[in-house]
């Protein structure tokens, strides 16, 4: 199996991807043919844990004969918030390198995106919000006839896939709401992914990336148009399988190299993924989580109430996620003789059953901070303009004026744990 994740992301990124064990000290030759001049935005300067990743990083980069423009950046908090998006832009500005390498977690590498776009257009664009949405920055570049600086992406954990993707998630501080940029123009010229190095992150980081993983082929396995499923499917189906089938073992056996290796072929699928298709309900909703839940927590609480949901329109494809959930033991139903609804109900608690075999909640009442202040967020976010693709990437396409009646008893049944309150999709 992983020799055949190993074939499908060769044939998403070519050579403009290193990835594996140990590829961290070819770094600075995969780097040198964008610049010479590089700043550095690492994640955890002066952290124990990331001191060796960082050695490799400058060592790599010196030995292949490129310069730091000065000191690292340090990387951006969880939920890349706005602020440690100004304060980074802010450090490229004063250090005016032709190459940027950022070093870190999906949060820290879609913060040096938005940075990266804003110090170039923030001059004609002061509004960072004008960047969120489908294209946008893209529209900008061609106004002012003006180019991003080259980035390349190096990821320390298994989970979002920001190094591959064209997305930069973004948090508004105040509001708590997680903004969208969906745009080909941040997606990072060049990336390295040592997986080796991810068996020093802490559990629950691995936890909520793996998850995060599994949402990303989830999601756009279940809403996937006919026109591309069939190029999704291997994608989909043998990243979640990798995931699902080893992320138990990685966290109780973190120096696994073998495990690690599997969650970052499986989270690199799921980018491979979400640069197909797109995710949908579960993702929309964790934007309006993040003062209470990781995303990839997030996203695992949320996407068995949404199989629900949807199961009545995808019945063929959740019975091929179902046999995955049921080889590794964690539904013990014959799978083959459920049809509809019946099926969404097994598969959606064999997902409870691996959230509970790792210790994530399954029912919003149990996370502590919620409250009905979450629901209604959450449906407002839902209706923005900018969400809208979230929308329609669902298998039942929602128009705003049906959030509240259809995701509202979603969000109902996600409070309660009582799948029983998801209403049938007229």
């Not at 964790?286 to 949404?306: E, K, Q, V, W």
């Not at 019945?315 to 049921?326: P, V």
Request: aromatic fraction near 8%; charge should be neutral; proline fraction near 4%.
């Amino acid at each position: 199996m992983k020799d055949k994740a190993i074939q499908l992301i060769r044939e998403f990124k070519g050579n403009n991807y290193l990835f594996g064990n140990g590829c961290i000290y070819d770094l600075g030759k995969h780097t040198a043919p964008l610049g010479k001049r590089v700043s550095v935005v690492a994640l955890s300067i002066g952290k124990a844990w990331a001191k060796p990743v960082h050695d490799a990083v400058l060592k790599s980069l010196y030995d292949a004969g490129l310069t730091l423009a000065g000191e690292m950046i340090n990387g951006a908090a969880p939920n890349a918030p706005f602020e440690d998006v100004y304060r980074i832009c802010e450090e490229i500005k004063k250090q005016q390198p032709d190459l940027i390498v950022s070093v870190g977690a999906g949060s820290s590498i879609d913060a040096t995106k938005a940075a990266i776009a804003y110090h170039i257009l923030g001059d004609r664009y002061p509004d960072l919000n004008t960047y969120f949405g489908t294209g946008n920055i893209t529209k900008m570049l061609q106004e002012t006839n003006r180019k991003l600086i080259s980035m390349v992406a190096v990821q320390l954990t298994a989970g979002s896939a920001a190094h591959l993707t064209k997305y930069s998630n973004i948090t508004n501080s105040q509001s708590k709401q997680k903004m969208l940029i969906i745009d080909e123009a941040v997606i990072p010229p060049r990336a390295v992914f040592d997986y080796s190095f991810s068996a020093s992150q802490p559990k629950d980081l691995t936890l909520d990336g793996a998850f995060d993983g599994i949402s990303h082929c989830l999601e756009v396995f279940m809403g996937a148009s006919d026109l591309i499923f069939e190029k999704v499917k291997p994608v989909c189906l043998t990243g979640i399988e990798l995931i699902v089938s080893n992320v138990k073992h990685a966290v109780n056996n973190p120096s696994d190299i073998n495990a690690r290796e599997a969650l970052g072929l499986g989270t690199d699928l799921g980018g491979y993924a979400i640069m197909i298709g797109g995710t949908n309900g579960a993702h929309l909703n964790s934007f309006s989580m993040t003062d209470i839940l990781a995303h990839g927590r997030a996203c695992a609480l949320m996407n068995p109430y949404y199989v629900v949901f949807f199961s009545t329109a995808i019945e063929s494809r959740l019975k091929m996620i179902a046999d995955i959930y049921k080889k590794h033991g964690y539904i013990s139903e014959n799978t083959s003789s459920l049809n509809g609804r019946d099926l969404g109900l097994v598969l959606a608690n064999g997902m409870m059953a691996l959230s509970k075999d790792v210790g994530f909640p399954t029912i919003l009442d149990e996370v502590p901070g919620f409250s009905n202040e979450h629901i209604t967020r959450c449906l407002s976010a839902a209706k923005l303009p900018a969400m809208d693709s979230k929308l329609r990437n669902m298998p039942v396409p929602l128009s705003a004026d049906k959030v509240d009646d259809y995701m509202g008893s979603v969000l109902l049944a996600a409070k309660s744990g009582k799948l029983e309150l998801i209403k049938y999709f007229q």
